[in-house]
């Protein structure tokens, strides 16, 4: 953000997409949120799910090319027209991150990450993209993708006390105003820590909707 741009780039190769690129919400996984075997193993063995094809085709944020030289040049018309990105400069990022794969004791974070997920089976198989250098034509073409930012969602927007009543900018109590579930600040302030997993929110709201109800009828009592 402090560029004054609200969009950073993606680039990747068609072998990485296959795997790894998720696609959130149900009817564009419809394969894992749906729990079958059978379409999971389409996936794996079938090449780009479907809906990600779909985006690579039809979304307006992906460009798709075989020669570095001219992903560059359409990633900067998508951009407005304007040359802010170089040849040379992306290159020389890209060529830095694959030659990171030529030395088996290399200290890159994410290729280091990466053969620690593969070790993994299910990862393998189905999630985890064999390492490869993204200049390589074998594993091509090459994919970017406009990531533009924004805020999906937060872990707590109202300070909350043990009772769940809201606290105002005083630091006092509101009279009457009590928070439960997310808004209430159980996701990222001390139920879950900073490693919240969606599945485990519902008991953030049950225990934070319980002690909202008990405060709340204390109050009338």
Partial sequence: MATGYDYSWFILTRKIIEKE????GSEQNPDFTGKSWRLVLRRVTQGIPGPVKAFMDKGEDFIVERDLATLVKRMNRLAGGEPLLTLDGVARE???RDRQLDNAFGKDMQITAMHAARRYFGDRLSRVATPHKLLDPAAGPLIAVRLNILTRKTLGGLQTDLDSRVIGADGQAVPGLYAAGEVAGFGGGG????????GTFLGGCIFSGRAAGRAAARAVR
Avoid at 21 to 24: H, K
Avoid at 191 to 198: I, N, P, Q, R, T
């Fill in 21 to 24: 690129f998720a696609l959130s």
């Fill in 94 to 96: 890209i060529e830095a």
């Fill in 191 to 198: 139920v879950h820590g900073y490693a919240a997993l969606e």
